[in-house]
């Protein structure tokens, strides 16, 4: 079915043999003449306990749409549909070789039987594997291609001792198939029972196998290539040598692998997969290969030899245990053209080279080379900050590392050997660096950026100086548009400030002027005497309102100073009002003299308010409004017998009565000292205390 038509789940039902079942995962492969299938999900308890390889089943689901076989599931979360039909033997397994398995999936779902060597045995699953049943993984090796068999069983059940490098014989189910969720039977040979592990040749001990010199290992991957067979029996699976070496470890790479060395011969070694051998037998296991050797470590190997594409040979798979320590070999002092040659590959050299740039790559700390007309790497592990090679671009250094050819990919033969592209060193830590001569301080590149820095400075300050007339361009107009918004609400509190406090007096006097008019109609004289005071009142709250909108604060000349003009306006107030009428007295105290037309003017209005205010708020019978000239000050009190408030809590603004208010603006323009005191039913005391500064002439 193309995975097109298994996107849409259509419904299926198949008919078959079981070959294979688990419980953890829940998996089941159901086989017929035609193939094999894989089926995955849920069953009923009942019918469990029923099934077994041999089985004939009938099974009804919908068809999933696994990578990159489809399988068997259940319809939503329904139970799978499964009906045992009868009992049978098991179908025969069918050959097949590890290419076949690892190539493609055409054998998937069979029952099957492989192969091959045994490259290496783990366990997984378990409590680590959140909670599927255990597996024991077995790497099968044969004809270039890698399968692993998994046993879905206890792995106490199999005799693992000494598997590593014996050939097996594994006869399982192969499963391509991918649910959902990983689980240990994706891509593998799926392993009922123990005995379809076989042991067919078994390993030879790593203390029986005898020693191969690093010079010989490539003599033994051709040796091996080259063994003839028996012709009268079915040929076993080509399979690289299994050799054992001793030799002194010059780099080693965690979860990568080892360079190693024994005389001038040299060899790279692949790190094997985790130790994860079952514990029943991993006593007689291969040996645990953790941690990792240092440099000048002698170890003892155990691997398959190789030949990688594009040439060299390799240790394959490799067990290791350190047999002592010592001192890294020699390091060869080579050209840049012998690295170059192939024949210093995977050795330890030393060459001089200048340093063309230190970067940072993903594997770690990196130097660009250059020795003679060739350029080349040098590479650090990434060790952290320790690591870091601390030399100067253009600086002369000997580098002391693995040399490692870059070969091209294709043939795998000697020939390609010879013909390395490109070469790079390896170097264990920064200690392999050392520095010949430093470079000089005055480079082109310096002076370069001398200049560039230099032509920035003088660019960055022009632009500053643009930047900053703009500022202060911008500022200025704000500051422009601040004052005039200022301007125009301080003048709007003036002229309500200057309306209230001559308006407001002008119309209470002119009022009383009115009252009395209508007491006297009897007396027809009298009453033309108080509207005619009336009319001149109204004619200089006129002129007072005209002074107050267009600020008329210069005094003209002939205008009286501020005790006549102050005697003058409360007199207005009181004149013709009758004998029930306060009394304001005025009084002088000092020597009088002018003073500055504001300060007459705010002082006039602040006495005019509390005046106003006695008469209208607190029905006064007498106010007394005194006037002291000091050197530097002048002080005005305005004291009434009237009915008084609480001076602590004064009624706000918001309420109407805008008279202490404006009194306490009046004093601040002044910056003097307002100071209000009263309390209900004993009187007010309003005093001002205003500075005047005198320069010869009695002004400030």
């Not at 005898?210 to 033994?220: G, Q, R, S, W, Y």
């Not at 990792?292 to 190789?306: I, Q």
């Not at 004064?650 to 000292?673: N, T, V, Y």
């Amino acid at each position: 079915m193309s995975p097109a038509q298994a996107a849409l789940h259509p419904p299926v039902r198949v008919r078959g043999t079981v070959t294979l079942i688990a419980n953890q995962p829940a998996i089941l492969f159901v086989q017929d003449g035609s193939g094999g299938v894989c089926v995955f999900g849920p069953r009923d308890v009942a019918v469990r306990r029923l099934l077994k390889p041999g089985v004939v089943v009938e099974v009804e689901g919908v068809v999933q749409p696994g990578r990159p076989t489809p399988y068997i599931g259940p319809r939503g979360k329904e139970l799978l549909g499964i009906t045992v039909l009868a009992t049978a033997r098991p179908p025969a397994a069918g050959k097949a070789t590890l290419p076949e398995l690892a190539g493609s999936t055409a054998r998937h779902g069979e029952l099957v039987e492989v192969t091959g060597v045994v490259r290496g045995v783990r366990a997984e699953g378990g409590a680590g594997a959140g909670g599927q049943q255990d597996a024991t993984v077995v790497t099968l090796a044969a004809e270039g291609a890698r399968v692993e068999a998994a046993y879905l069983g206890p792995a106490a059940n199999l005799p693992t001792d000494q598997w590593v490098g014996a050939t097996v014989r594994a006869r399982g189910v192969f499963n391509s198939s991918h649910p959902d969720k990983p689980h240990p039977a994706l891509n593998r040979l799926l392993v009922f029972l123990p005995r379809d592990l076989a042991v067919e040749a078994p390993a030879v001990p790593r203390e029986k196998l005898p020693v191969t010199p690093v010079a010989e290992v490539d003599d033994a991957v051709a040796a091996a290539a080259a063994s003839p067979t028996d012709p009268t029996s079915p040929p076993p699976p080509a399979s690289p040598a299994r050799v054992r070496v001793q030799a002194t470890v010059t780099l080693a790479l965690p979860g990568k692998g080892l360079y190693v060395q024994d005389g001038p011969a040299a060899l790279w070694v692949d790190a094997p997969p985790p130790p994860a051998v079952p514990p029943a037998s991993a006593a007689a296991s291969q040996p645990a290969t953790a941690p990792v050797p240092r440099p000048g470590d002698r170890v003892d190997l155990v691997g398959f030899t190789a030949r990688r594409p594009g040439g060299g040979v390799v240790l394959e798979d490799a067990a290791w245990r350190v047999s002592g320590s010592g001192t890294l070999p020699e390091a060869a002092r080579i050209t840049a053209d012998q690295a170059l040659g192939g024949s210093f590959h995977a050795r330890l050299v030393s060459l001089d080279a200048v340093v063309l740039e230190v970067s940072r790559l993903s594997e770690g700390p990196t130097l660009v080379l250059q020795a003679g007309e060739r350029v080349f790497l040098a590479r650090l592990p990434d060790g952290g900050p320790d690591a870091q090679p601390g030399v100067k671009e253009n600086s002369w250094v000997t580098v002391t590392g693995v040399c490692v050819n870059n070969r091209l990919p294709g043939d795998p033969g000697p020939a390609a050997a010879a013909r390395p592209v490109s070469f790079h060193l390896m170097l264990a830590d920064p200690k392999g660096i050392a520095v010949i001569r430093a470079p000089n301080w005055w480079t082109l590149e310096k002076v370069l950026i001398g200049t560039g820095v230099m032509l920035a400075a003088a660019l960055a300050a022009l632009a500053w100086v643009v930047a900053l007339r703009r500022r202060v361009n911008e500022q200025t107009a704000v500051i422009r548009r601040h004052v005039h918004q200022e301007t125009v609400h301080e003048e709007r509190i003036r002229i309500a400030r200057e309306l209230h406090d001559s308006l407001e007096q002008d119309l209470l006097g002119i009022t009383m002027q009115l009252k009395a008019t209508e007491k006297l109609l009897d007396r027809p004289e009298r009453a033309r005497d108080s509207l005619s005071l009336a009319s001149a009142m109204v004619r200089r709250s006129q002129a007072e309102t005209h002074r107050a909108v267009w600020d008329l604060r210069e005094r003209k000349p002939g205008q009286e100073g501020l005790v006549p003009t102050l005697r003058q306006a409360v007199a207005g107030l009181t004149t013709g009002v009758g004998g029930g009428a306060p009394a304001v007295e005025v009084r002088v105290e000092g020597a009088e003299r002018e003073l500055p037309p504001q300060t007459e003017n705010h002082l006039l209005r602040v006495a005019l308010e509390a005046v106003t205010n006695a008469f209208k708020h607190a029905a006064a019978r007498t106010v007394v409004v005194a006037v002291r000239y000091a050197d530097h000050r002048v002080e005005l009190t305005v004291t009434d017998d009237g009915k008084g408030f609480d001076a602590a809590h004064p009624p706000p603004p918001i309420s109407g009565h805008f008279g202490l208010f404006g009194m306490g603006e009046r004093a601040q323009k002044l910056h003097g000292e307002l100071t209000v005191k009263s309390q209900p039913g004993r009187g007010t005391e309003i005093r001002l205390v205003a500075p005047v500064g005198t320069n010869g002439n009695g002004k400030s």
